[in-house]
C-alpha cells in the first residue's frame, strides 16, 4: 500500500499528470482546506491548478506509516507563488512570486493498489503570511 503512495509523490514531483491520475481510482475523493475533489475530472484539475499556482513545487516526504488501507505522509511542500492560486474564500491569488515551505499531512485509503481517498492537511494561516498576506487580508478565509 505505501507503494501507492510513494509513486503519487514521485508522480507529483515529476508533474506528470498521468502518473499522478493513475494512482487514483475512478470514484476516488481528494479533500483539501480549500477543495473537495471527486472523481478524476476534478482531481486532475486540482493538481493541474497546485502546479499552476506554485510551477516548482516540491514535496519531500519527513514520515510515513501504514496500517492496512491506511497510509499516512508527514511531508514538507516547497515552491515559489509564481501563478494564480484558489484561496479559501474562492478568491484567486495572483502571483507573489514568494517562496513557500509548508509542513503537510496527507492521509490515504487505498483498495486494491489505488487511491480512494486523500486528505491534505496544512497550516493555511503559515501557507498566507509566507505569500506576504495577512490575517485581514483573508478573515473570511479562516471563519
Same mark, same amino acid.
Given at each position: ?5 510513494? +509513486? %503519487?509523490?514521485?508522480?507529483?514531483? #515529476?508533474?506528470?499528470? /498521468?502518473? @499522478?491520475?493513475?494512482?487514483?481510482? !475512478? ?30 513545487? +516540491? %514535496?519531500?516526504?519527513?514520515?510515513? #506509516?501504514?496500517?492496512? /488501507?491506511? @497510509?499516512?505522509?508527514?511531508?514538507? !511542500? ?66
Amino acid at each position: 500500500m505505501p507503494d501507492t503512495a510513494d +509513486r %503519487l509523490i514521485e508522480a507529483v514531483n #515529476a508533474h506528470d499528470l /498521468d502518473a @499522478v491520475m493513475r494512482c487514483y481510482s !475512478a470514484h476516488a475523493v481528494v479533500v483539501a482546506p480549500e477543495i473537495v475533489a471527486e472523481g478524476p475530472d476534478q482531481i486532475a484539475s486540482y493538481h493541474a491548478h497546485v502546479w499552476e499556482g506554485f510551477p516548482d513545487v +516540491r %514535496l519531500t516526504v519527513l514520515g510515513k #506509516a501504514a496500517s492496512r /488501507d491506511l @497510509v499516512l505522509i508527514e511531508m514538507l !511542500a516547497t515552491g515559489t507563488h509564481g501563478g494564480p492560486y484558489l484561496a479559501l474564500d474562492g478568491e484567486v491569488l495572483h502571483a507573489t512570486n514568494r517562496r513557500i515551505s509548508v509542513r503537510q499531512c496527507w492521509i490515504f485509503t487505498i483498495e486494491d493498489d489505488l487511491i480512494v481517498s486523500q486528505r491534505l492537511y496544512y497550516d493555511q494561516l503559515q501557507t498566507f503570511t509566507q505569500l506576504g498576506l495577512s490575517l485581514t487580508d483573508h478573515t473570511r478565509s479562516f471563519y
